[in-house]
């Protein structure tokens, strides 16, 4: 596929998704880029602001197959990954695939279940398949899952364990809208809910298409020794107890490539790594107390290494002044 057929599928999809999703332009993009880099995506924030409605309307503007999983405190394992049961006519026990064998399943209050349950997901994110009594099955592509959760300050929930956190390729916050935002979308439910008229714009095979062809943008030497210093600086940081593993420098080198493939562009800038470190390296990091008991958080560990880390130079490497 074309790199400039490829923008316009993920223009179609944004532009889709922008038309239940009102005033969050930045978030929706991000979706798309998590969708197109075959990364699962956190949705975090306060009841009400149209978290389980982002993921559905990404969901809705493709042809995939879809599966929602609401997650409660009684939730099992084999709630989420299936069993196997015994039929008496063949004799056999037959596997019943759980929500998780699906290409786009919402994981909607994720962290309202016991970690226990919570760590079902986590062979079906990293690997792609998922292990019942002995025998793997497969999950089709493309596959994604968009989890949505609550503030952990809020009661009845779980904190997500570090090893689920690391296996999201990025974190959104959605916010509140703006008054004028609010009023449009109290204005555009009137009669009926924009999700309700919304079509898929593309299909599965022309997604699998396009996360094969953003490997193609180019990506510098020296924004690929630029993207690597953020992780790396997180785990030497006096106010982080863990910081972001290896995954982190992947999440923003596929990150960059398909935010550069939506702005029209066939190679990354660094501005690109500016503009997703913190989506995609804050959630990975774990601050430390004594920096908790401070007010520091993880969104200002990264923003102040967005600040102090020298951007590459104009000049590629290799050349010099005469």
């Known amino acids: 596929m074309e790199?400039?057929?490829?923008?316009t599928i993920t223009q179609n999809i944004s532009n889709n998704v922008k038309k239940v999703i009102v005033g969050k332009?930045?978030?929706?993009?991000?979706?798309?880029?998590?969708l197109i880099c075959q990364g699962h995506i956190l949705i975090e924030d306060v009841p009400g602001v149209g978290k389980t409605m982002l993921a559905r309307s990404l969901a809705l503007s493709t042809e995939c197959g879809f599966r929602r999983i609401q997650f409660t405190p009684d939730l099992l394992p084999s709630d989420i990954t299936g069993v196997s049961v015994y039929n008496q006519k063949s004799s056999e026990f037959e596997f019943r695939a759980g929500p998780i064998i699906s290409q786009l399943v919402l994981a909607d209050e994720i962290n309202r279940a016991t970690p226990k349950t919570q760590s079902a997901l986590l062979e079906a994110m990293d690997e792609g398949q998922v292990t019942v009594e002995g025998f793997t099955h497969l999950v089709p592509r493309p596959f994604i899952?968009?989890?949505?959760?609550?503030?952990?300050?809020?009661?009845g929930t779980f904190p997500l364990p570090e090893a689920q956190l690391d296996r999201f390729l990025l974190m959104i916050k959605l916010g509140?809208?703006?008054?004028?935002?609010?009023?449009?979308?109290?204005?555009?439910?009137?009669?009926?809910?924009?999700?309700?008229k919304l079509n898929p714009v593309a299909t599965s095979t022309q997604i699998i298409e396009v996360q094969e062809a953003v490997k193609s943008i180019y990506v510098d030497d020296l924004i690929r020794e630029y993207l690597v210093k953020f992780p790396s600086?997180?785990?030497?940081?006096?106010?982080?107890?863990?910081?972001?593993?290896?995954?982190?420098s992947l999440a923003l080198?596929?990150?960059a490539q398909a935010l550069a493939l939506i702005r029209g562009r066939d190679y990354v800038l660094p501005d690109d790594i500016k503009e997703l470190a913190v989506p995609m390296l804050s959630h990975r990091i774990i601050v430390s107390a004594s920096a908790r008991m401070k007010g520091v958080q993880s969104t200002q560990i990264v923003n102040d290494l967005v600040n102090e880390l020298e951007v590459p130079g104009a000049k590629a490497k290799g050349w010099f002044r005469s």
């Open 233 to 248: 600086n997180t785990r030497n940081h006096p106010d982080v107890s863990l910081g972001s593993s290896p995954r982190g």
């Open 145 to 155: 899952v968009m989890a949505t959760q609550n503030p952990i300050e809020y009661e």
């Open 176 to 196: 509140y809208p703006t008054e004028e935002e609010e009023l449009l979308v109290v204005n555009n439910q009137q009669e009926l809910h924009p999700i309700d």
């Open 253 to 255: 080198f596929r990150g």
């Open 3 to 7: 790199l400039t057929e490829a923008r």
């Open 25 to 34: 332009d930045q978030a929706v993009d991000l979706a798309v880029v998590a």
